[in-house]
């Protein structure tokens, strides 16, 4: 599984790598243990990607779900959500 780097930010993968593959079955395994999985860096897959980079907070939530998980921030999409009176088209669903 591939997920965004904790401390980047999208608007950088045109310029630099920021995704980090994780080894999705340590992630499950350390879950269903509860270990805690305090160590995101260990759950690296190295042998696909050399990196600095450790693994974003929400990557137990991602993996939980395993299928394709889409995770942005849109803050238009967000504000709009949260009215009580929006736009016509608009369902909160």
Not at 46 to 57: A, C, E, K, M
Not at 66 to 90: D, F, N, Q, Y
């Amino acid at each position: 599984m591939w997920v965004k780097a904790s401390g980047t930010w999208m608007m950088e993968a045109t310029a630099r790598s920021i995704l980090v593959p994780v080894d999705i079955a340590a992630v499950l395994d350390g879950l269903a243990r509860r270990s805690g999985l305090r160590n995101m860096q260990c759950l690296v897959r190295h042998d696909l990607v050399h990196s600095p980079l450790r693994p974003s907070i929400e990557t137990t939530l991602h993996a939980s779900c395993r299928r394709g998980v889409v995770h942005v921030h849109c803050v238009e999409t967000i504000s709009i959500a949260c009215l009580s009176t929006r736009p016509s088209g608009w369902q909160r669903r």
